[in-house]
């Protein structure tokens, strides 16, 4: 079953990453900190009258939404790590790298802080939608602005969008900081814990807000993978593979823009997946995009909702936020990678 | 028929307006100051479950925690199948408090207390809201008498002091507390006013600022005993209010929780104001 390099080949990776998603799907529904009887569950699968009454909401209205969720924001956040990767040629690019991340900060923290006073009008417009909403667009605005700031003659220079999100993550950050300076007690709370990602919340609105632009950016992704693998020899050789350069980059920001800010606004801020799932799959399965980014998908849903499936019974009935969980689980899993390679 | 009979006396329950639960009523409680208004009625075995900001009294620790008031988990709550939750206006997500609604469980969110008013308002609600109106009605008298005498000794003073009021934070931070927080309302209940006025909320201390201010009085809260290390703040020994003793530290849910023990905190700082204006840094 392995290739002559030592790495798995893919068909039976997907068989393996496949059952791990679906075991991991079932353990996120069946378990948690209400308990459910196995009957009931299958009861309201069956369509069927729970002897709990809770059952179908807790199942249905709780569980389903936060699994799929999860499973979406996991996915897109390890595509998006692949992507930007692919396109800095640097390992250690992450979907924050270009700013999303910090400008959609910046607007969930400002709605947050400022939301009772300066932002009173924003709130009333947009009610209980006011953080996602705000952290979308924030996110969106940064990498535009990022994109723009890289742009010279219709050509997009990928080392000065690197040093372009870097600036404009640095000013972001100072705003983050400014409004933390002038949080209350409360807001600081808030938005520690946003900085820590959570699905606590997660419902079907939520996927109905976040899921087209997450679902757009899995879509439009496999797209990148040829020229994303042409990326690893050097950018000119990709138009010398017969690749529009430009439109490459303009497709990677729309992709990162659009999923990471979708991602973020409904969940957020989870790190350690966008910078090490990729990594995993290539550590597996050898560097292609074409094999990187659906792999990247399937094991960053994998782990996300394995994640939350944990830290939702860990400290029940409290719940960790899931950012947390998701390092805990995925910084020893990745060091034990990297020894049984060196090993071998 | 029996069954019938009691699912007819539930629904009549149910539809009645303020109904007051039974000594059987799972209650969980999200806010510090509801969970000690809950002990000192002495409901406290109805307790199931308990926010992380609920540390007092002590035997709350024994009590399942449901995480903090800002972040509820619904099905957290729900697993500890509670009739009644009563939190604050803090409490959020807000979706997670509709979820429990609807699951069925009555929730009840009262407002936040900045003033002994609003404070022996909050020990009503929830007496009524466990059943006990007439119990929390006795307390709130008592509390209420002891509350005037407070307020008509500090009246006597014939002086408002200027207070700085610290807020330890960790090992090496401290807060310094402006206008619009909870510290500025409890001062305000004793006829005292806080040092820095031109603050607003909670600021890290600038030591110049604490030398500068010349306060007739220091009040330290700490969220741990014993957290505030007076040798890592030498400016404060500078000040005369603590050198001449003017000073207070205490526990910071004691100071600014405004329940049931807000009179207990009134008389501590009381205590700590001088009766005559400090002449020499006025």
């Given at each position: 079953m392995m290739t002559p390099s030592g790495r798995l080949d893919s068909t039976p990776a997907l068989l393996i990453l496949g059952s791990a998603a679906l075991a991991v799907a079932l353990v996120s529904v069946s378990s948690g900190a209400y308990p459910l009887s196995v009957a009931d569950i299958l009861r309201v699968i069956a369509g069927k009258e729970a002897a709990d009454p809770v059952a179908s909401m807790v199942l249905l209205e709780v569980r389903m939404p936060r699994f799929l969720l999860g499973f979406l924001v996991g996915a897109v956040l390890a595509v998006c790590g692949a992507v930007l990767q692919g396109l800095f040629r640097n390992p250690l690019a992450d979907p924050g790298?270009?700013?999303?991340?910090?400008?959609?900060?910046?607007?969930?923290?400002?709605?947050?802080?400022?939301?009772?006073?300066?932002?009173?009008?924003?709130?009333?417009?947009?009610?209980?939608?006011?953080?996602?909403?705000?952290?979308?667009?924030?996110?969106?605005?940064?990498?535009?602005l990022a994109w723009r700031i890289a742009n010279r003659s219709g050509q997009t220079a990928v080392a000065t969008l690197l040093l372009a999100g870097i600036a404009i993550n640095a000013v972001a950050g100072a705003g983050t900081g400014l409004l933390t300076f002038y949080a209350s007690d409360e807001e600081l709370r808030s938005l520690t814990f946003w900085t820590m990602g959570s699905l606590g919340h997660a419902g079907w609105d939520d996927l109905v807000l976040g899921a087209?632009?997450?679902?757009?950016?899995?879509?439009?992704?496999?797209?990148?993978?040829?020229?994303?693998?042409?990326?690893?020899?050097?950018?000119?050789?990709?138009?010398?593979?017969?690749?529009?350069?430009?439109?490459?980059?303009?497709?990677?920001?729309?992709?990162?823009?659009?999923?990471?800010?979708?991602?973020?606004?409904?969940?957020?801020?989870?790190?350690?997946?966008?910078?090490?799932?990729?990594?995993?799959?290539?550590?597996?399965?050898?560097?292609s995009h074409r094999v990187v980014l659906p792999f990247s998908a399937l094991l960053g849903g994998t782990l996300l909702v394995a994640a939350d499936s944990l830290a939702r019974v860990v400290v029940a009935p409290a719940e960790l936020p899931i950012g947390l969980m998701m390092a805990l689980i995925g910084g020893p899993f990745f060091l034990a990678l990297l020894l049984r390679t060196r090993v071998m | 028929m029996r069954s019938q009979l009691a699912s007819i006396v539930l629904a009549v329950a149910m539809v009645l307006p303020g109904v007051s639960a039974a000594a059987d009523t799972r209650l969980v409680t999200a806010d510090g100051a509801i969970t000690e208004i809950v002990y000192r009625l002495g409901l406290e075995s109805m307790l199931v479950g308990v926010d992380t900001t609920s540390g007092y009294p002590e035997q709350t620790a024994a009590l399942p925690k449901i995480g903090y008031l800002r972040a509820l988990p619904f099905e957290g709550v729900l697993a500890l199948r509670p009739d009644l939750l009563i939190t604050?206006?803090?409490?959020?997500?807000?979706?997670?408090?509709?979820?429990?609604?609807?699951?069925?469980?009555?929730?009840?969110?009262?407002?936040?207390?900045?003033?002994?008013?609003?404070?022996?308002?909050?020990?009503?609600?929830?007496?009524?809201?466990?059943?006990?109106?007439?119990?929390?009605?006795?307390?709130?008298?008592?509390?209420?008498?002891?509350?005037?005498?407070?307020?008509?000794?500090?009246?006597?003073?014939?002086?408002?002091?200027?207070?700085?009021?610290?807020?330890?934070?960790?090992?090496?931070?401290?807060?310094?507390?402006?206008?619009?927080?909870?510290?500025?309302?409890?001062?305000?209940?004793?006829?005292?006013?806080?040092?820095?006025?031109?603050?607003?909320?909670?600021?890290?201390?600038?030591?110049?600022?604490?030398?500068?201010?010349?306060?007739?009085?220091?009040?330290?809260?700490?969220?741990?005993?014993?957290q505030f290390n007076i040798d890592n703040w030498p400016e404060l020994k500078l000040l005369d209010a603590w050198k001449l003793g003017h000073r207070l530290k205490t526990d910071s849910m004691?100071?600014?929780?405004?329940?049931?023990?807000?009179?207990?905190?009134?008389?501590?700082?009381?205590?700590?104001?001088?009766?005559?204006?400090n002449v020499a840094t006025r």
């Open positions: 790298l270009i700013g999303v991340s910090a400008g959609a900060s910046l607007a969930a923290i400002a709605v947050i802080v400022l939301g009772n006073t300066w932002l009173g009008g924003w709130l009333a417009l947009t009610g209980d939608w006011a953080l996602p909403i705000a952290a979308f667009t924030g996110g969106s605005l940064t990498v535009l087209p632009f997450m679902v757009l950016a899995l879509v439009l992704a496999p797209w990148l993978a040829r020229p994303l693998d042409a990326f690893l020899l050097g950018e000119s050789v990709v138009g010398h593979l017969g690749y529009r350069t430009d439109t490459v980059k303009k497709v990677a920001i729309v992709v990162v823009g659009l999923g990471v800010g979708a991602a973020v606004a409904v969940s957020g801020l989870i790190g350690f997946v966008g910078l090490v799932v990729p990594h995993l799959v290539r550590q597996v399965l050898g560097a | 604050s206006e803090q409490a959020a997500p807000a979706k997670n408090l509709d979820r429990l609604r609807k699951a069925g469980v009555q929730v009840e969110i009262l407002p936040s207390a900045w003033s002994s008013e609003a404070s022996l308002k909050r020990v009503e609600s929830v007496g009524e809201l466990l059943g006990r109106g007439s119990e929390a009605t006795a307390l709130v008298a008592d509390l209420q008498a002891r509350i005037n005498n407070l307020h008509a000794a500090a009246e006597a003073r014939g002086y408002r002091p200027k207070v700085l009021f610290v807020l330890a934070a960790g090992n090496h931070t401290v807060m310094l507390a402006g206008k619009n927080t909870a510290a500025e309302a409890l001062l305000n209940e004793v006829n005292a006013d806080i040092a820095f006025t031109d603050l607003e909320g909670y600021k890290p201390a600038s030591r110049e600022a604490i030398l500068a201010s010349r306060p007739d009085a220091i009040v330290i809260a700490e969220s741990v005993p014993g004691l100071l600014l929780g405004f329940g049931p023990r807000l009179v207990d905190a009134m008389a501590a700082v009381s205590k700590a104001l001088p009766a005559n204006p």
